[in-house]
């Protein structure tokens, strides 16, 4: 219901404000976009103000194209981006922005419309490990934070994903490895063992520095969890882990 709400009110603005779906001609708006998509921030910021800043996009997936549309007013402009999901896939927006320029400069940017999602981030990272090392690893599908920023990095066949909250100045990290060892041996002093909702033996330990890890053992790799920003207790960190053996998620073929 929320998201049809949302889905009616951007229409509503694009209604509002477009006189024609007519593309940008060669001014300052359409250079900038031109420089976003095909040269990143550092060169798009040449034809912004001194005091405008471009608006975070927080996924990471590549924009197939962003259309111009003329408004009312000679100098707003609305940016319609469209995230490239695959060729099978419908359309996505990554954004609407209302852009306010003068002949030279862009003078305001007003996020109108925010359709980037993070977890696509995750998803992406799953899939290329998958491709690169043959093995499905799995996600994190619930958070005790609210999750608004994720990113990760692949060493060899180490794989870490950290999602990031900045309403809560928070983190989860998850780092995933093959592993041969047995459980039992990665036991060290402090550490309490639990048992997930499937039966999995999960260790949680204190590193040197008292931040807890909980790790456990799953196809052959190993999952640490780790939390930082704020206090976190070992029901956060069984929640974590249980929500990674949700039946029905996926991240693509295999």
Known sequence: MKKLLLVFIVWLFLCSQIVSATPYKSD?????????????????EQFLSSDVEIPEIRENTRIKEILGLPTSKDNVHVSVAYIDDGEDEPKRIAFIWEIMSTKDKI???????????PFMNESNIIQEY???HGKKILGIAEFPIDVTH???EMVGDKVTINYRSTKHNAAVQLEVVPEEKELESLKEKNTKIYYLKNGTKALLAKDSSSN??????????????????????ANDFIFVANSMFIEGLDYGPS
Do not use: C, Q
């Open 130 to 132: 998958r491709k690169k």
């Open 212 to 233: 807890p890890t909980l790790v456990f053992l799953h196809g052959e790799m190993r999952y640490t969890i780790s939390m930082v920003g704020k206090k976190f207790y």
């Open 28 to 44: 300052v708006v359409s250079n900038f976009i031109h420089a976003l998509i095909t040269k990143g921030e550092d060169k798009a």
């Open 150 to 152: 994720i990113d990760g």
């Open 107 to 117: 003078t305001n940017i007003k996020v109108v419309y925010d359709g980037s999602n």
